[in-house]
């Protein structure tokens, strides 16, 4: 019992129970996330999707997660094996390395660090390192117009967001996203998409522009996680699968799970910089720790469902699109936010 | 323009150029010409005013045994008149001028006749084969062909 | 399109910069398929490539070449043909055979009863719609929108269990027979025929709501990949490439076959709502528009068709005149020709299938060079080529 209670008591120890939390709900959340979006895209379609494993299909996800452990990998053997292993781990760790940061409840984060959103854009970058890995090593001219679509397009699009997230960093003046959370507690009405806590008059003439900007951050995000309108990395119909075509079995699965991971951060970072993060819409009423994880997953969750619906609905837009996308609307109209939020702070 | 008024256009501009002309109780009208002639033919068909001939249908090789034939069906959109142009060359010298330069169309058709009969289109700019492997042996359609033993090394016969 | 890059001569293996001075940037050469989603089919497309910029685009053919030509030469008869002509264009199996037997009874000479006439055109346009729900849907894959393409199945469905009830089989039917046609209608086709009109308007609307009209879509496709009108003529490109180029013509009114004059609809051309006359979103319309054509001339043919006996001039032995023919019909992918010599002999001496997709391909290097590579995936799909008629 002594050495148990040592053990965890050790702050070792405790870290990495600490980090295995994040694990345990990315795996949970890819499943279940798996399941909604084959749901979802099925019932846009006029289809029913799985019904046979479980209820409704619902130990499909299971069945696909097996399979594709239990598939052969395969390595090209005109790849460089030593990138072409190491590319799928270095994007799940560049995913996975942000949830350190991201404040589940008022109980729960990883890491409460100052410079949380400061960190999460610098960590989420590292994705690109590994795709451009994984495109380059494959040793297959789409993979590396993949890599390179996707270089360009995150590196382009990094932009209006950060812009967006620097607009409600003025206004809340920390960077921590527990910080950010806790500014706007105590009901829906100061949740950052109206304006926060701010002054009434100033709060009723920041509303237009934290919409505009919330709505920036929306596009910039999708494109971040390279989900359609914007998959061009990965755009099936024109690069084969894109970054990941060389790849099979489990470091599919690897890219497979990041993809959805990242999906889920860019959400969670919605619902932190706009919509109160964990905290409750009524003030007090449904508060607590435990409702604040609950608030937290489901209002992610309806971001990533958000995603979905539009992955099934849109074409996909061309290179050029993108970029003019990213660069001649969204930088300009986030800049203009900027300017006269910080305008409208400094009154 | 009637099949008729064609031929005579034809033999009034070229001449004794025409070797044969079925234009009556035929479903297809058409008219045989020597077939060094066949492009000039063409761009006169095509251009002059009263035939007008812009596009060309049909491009195809036929083995008439011994000989080897291009049949050209003509189509005018303008005035909705047809004529089928042919030319017959000895299958040892199937030369035969190519249209590629009137009809960009025959471009491939002309690949195609040259893959299955070996026809020579002379001053095709990429005379290659179309539908066959670029490395096959022989003109599948020729009457006289005989299914390879192997290619590559893999059976052919089955 | 860029005129300059429209001129420029470029060789595969000398890299050049692509903006003449500055940074100098190497050509690639990347294989488009045999495997690859966007080909539809084994299509092989050897691509020059600046970035991401076309420059040139070089076709290779024959992944599935099965002989077409070559095995009509060995048939006993010409009936034995028609089967084989169903795996040509194998989504709109209708079509083929429609076209060559109307080829063959044109050179026997065989006078065929008005009801067979009609069931043909029902069966035509009915494949027709059909194919171009595959065209539309694929078409959106292509786009990236995934969602239209399940719609589009869903009707196509429908057609299909309509020919099933007809004849038993879904994609490639054996139906027609030189001089009639294999079953009568079943005794429910009329109606549920009706039915799917009615239904199928709906689902036009749909699509257009979902995909035509989608601003993402029409910046793709607006502008792109444009076919001017007398290039497409010299080229002979045929159906909805053609039209869809701004020139009014249609085998089924200008050179009518059996007995399509007999019907009210209108010919479909690209109009350039969006973009320019010739372009893709142009070609990709008139496809959506034809199907309305066409259910207006299945309502019309199924109010009208006669009493009549389907087998009656179907010939015991079929014995040609001497001769040859080219006869065309108008297949969902634009002019469908079939080319036959006949001896006495029973079998064919030669017959060569002119089909509407090895020609719409030929004109794709003259239309994509300088486009980018996800513009030419809307080429190809927009150009909707089927590789069982292409390599026959």
């Known amino acids: 019992m002594e050495l148990i209670n040592s053990i965890l008591e050790n702050t070792i120890t405790q870290n990495v129970l600490n980090a295995l939390v994040p694990l345990i709900f990315v795996l949970l959340y890819a499943l279940v996330t798996l399941y909604m979006e084959m749901k979802l895209a099925a019932h846009m379609q006029d289809r029913v999707a799985y019904m046979h494993n479980g209820w409704h299909g619902t130990l499909q996800p299971f069945a696909d997660m097996l399979k594709l452990l239990q598939k052969e990998d395969i390595i090209p053997s005109a790849a460089n094996k030593i990138l072409f292993v190491m590319a799928p781990y270095v994007v799940f760790v560049g995913t996975y390395a942000s949830f350190a940061v991201l404040p589940f409840s008022s109980a729960y984060i990883g890491s409460s660090i100052d410079l949380g959103i400061f960190y999460l854009v610098a960590v989420s970058s590292l994705v690109v390192v590994g795709l451009l890995m994984s495109g380059w090593a494959s040793n297959n001219k789409w993979s590396l117009f993949g890599s390179f679509r996707s270089a360009a397009q995150v590196i382009s699009y990094e932009i209006p967001s950060v812009l967006a997230i620097l607009a409600v960093v003025m206004i809340v003046g920390t960077m921590s996203l527990q910080g950010i959370t806790e500014y706007q507690s105590g009901g829906i009405w100061n949740w950052l998409i109206f304006g926060g806590r701010l002054a009434l008059w100033k709060k009723l003439l920041s509303i237009p522009f934290m919409i505009v900007l919330f709505i920036i951050y929306l596009v910039a995000s999708m494109a971040e996680v390279n989900r359609t309108p914007f998959d061009l990395p990965e755009a099936e119909s024109e690069l084969v699968q894109g970054y990941n075509t060389e790849y099979s079995g489990m470091k599919f699965a690897i890219f497979y799970l990041a993809e959805y991971a990242n999906l889920f951060i860019v959400s969670a970072v919605v619902v932190v910089l706009f919509f109160g993060g964990w905290s409750s819409p009524f003030g007090d009423f449904l508060n607590g720790p435990v409702w604040n994880a609950i608030w937290f997953i489901t209002k992610g969750m309806l971001f990533v469902a958000i995603n979905i619906w539009m992955r099934w609905t849109l074409p996909r837009i061309r290179v050029d699109q993108l970029m003019y996308v990213s660069w001649k609307v969204l930088t300009p109209f986030a800049l203009f936010c900027v300017i006269v939020l910080g305008l409208l702070l400094v009154l | 323009m009637t099949p008729q008024e064609i031929h005579d256009i034809i033999k009034s501009q070229f001449g004794e150029i025409i070797l044969e002309a079925k234009l009556e109780n035929v479903p297809d009208p058409s008219i045989k010409i020597q077939p060094e002639k066949i492009k000039e033919v063409s761009l006169f068909l095509r251009d002059d005013e009263r035939t007008q001939f812009d596009v060309l249908m049909c491009l195809s090789g036929v083995d008439y045994k011994g000989k080897l034939g291009v049949t050209y069906n003509l189509f005018s959109m303008t005035l909705k008149h047809k004529i089928t142009v042919k030319v017959e060359a000895p299958t040892e010298t199937p030369n035969i001028p190519s249209v590629e330069s009137v009809w960009k169309t025959a471009n491939w058709h002309e690949r195609e006749a040259f893959d299955m009969y070996g026809i020579h289109f002379e001053g095709h700019p990429d005379l290659r084969r179309i539908l066959m492997p670029y490395d096959w042996e022989g003109y599948p359609l020729r009457k006289d062909y005989e299914t390879p033993e192997f290619y590559n090394g893999m059976r052919v016969p089955y | ?392």
């Open chain 3, 1 to 392: 399109m860029n005129e300059t890059v429209h001129q420029e001569k470029i060789s595969p293996t000398n890299g050049r910069s692509s903006t003449g001075k500055g940074l100098r940037t190497e050509e690639m050469v990347i294989n488009m398929g045999p495997q690859h989603p966007s080909t539809h089919g084994v299509l092989r497309l050897e691509i020059v490539v600046d970035g991401e910029i076309i420059r040139e685009v070089i076709p290779h053919l024959g992944y599935l070449h099965r002989c077409f030509e070559k095995h009509c030469e060995y048939m006993i008869n010409y009936q034995q043909v028609v089967p084989y002509v169903d795996r040509l264009d194998y989504v709109a199996s209708m079509n083929n055979e429609h076209a060559f037997v109307v080829a063959a009874e044109r050179l026997l000479n065989i006078e065929i009863p008005e009801r067979v006439h009609y069931i043909r055109i029902i069966m035509a346009e009915l494949q027709r719609i059909a194919s171009h729900l595959i065209a539309i849907g694929t078409f959106g894959i292509d786009m990236g929108a995934f969602t239209p393409f399940l719609h589009a199945f869903r009707d196509r469905e429908k057609i299909l269990d309509l020919f099933e009830m007809t004849c038993g089989a879904r994609l490639l039917y054996n139906y027609m027979m030189i001089g009639g046609l294999s079953h009568d209608l079943p005794p429910q086709f009329i109606e549920k025929t009706k039915q799917f009109c009615v239904e199928f308007k709906q689902t036009l609307k749909e699509i257009d709501d979902l995909l035509n009209y989608n601003e993402i879509f029409i910046k793709r496709t607006a502008n792109v990949g444009i076919l001017p009108k007398d290039v497409a003529v010299n080229y002979a490109c045929s159906g909805p490439m053609l039209r869809g180029s701004g020139v009014d013509w249609d085998l089924r009114r200008d050179d009518p076959y059996t007995l399509y004059d007999r019907f009210e609809w209108d010919v479909c051309i690209g109009k350039g709502e969006n973009g320019t006359v010739g372009d893709v979103w142009n070609r990709h319309m008139v496809r959506q528009r034809e199907m309305e054509q066409s259910v207006k001339i299945i309502e019309q043919a199924i109010v009208n068709i006669p009493e009549g006996d389907v087998k009656k001039a179907v010939p015991k032995r079929i014995r040609p005149v001497p001769g040859e023919i080219y006869s065309r019909t108008e297949s969902p992918r634009g002019e469908l020709g079939f080319y036959i010599v006949a001896t006495d002999s029973l079998t064919p001496y030669r017959v060569k299938g002119r089909s509407p997709g090895f020609v719409n391909l030929s004109v794709i290097n003259e239309i994509s060079r300088g486009a980018m590579i996800a513009d030419l995936v809307a080429i190809i799909g927009s150009t909707d080529i089927v590789l069982g008629e292409v390599d026959r």
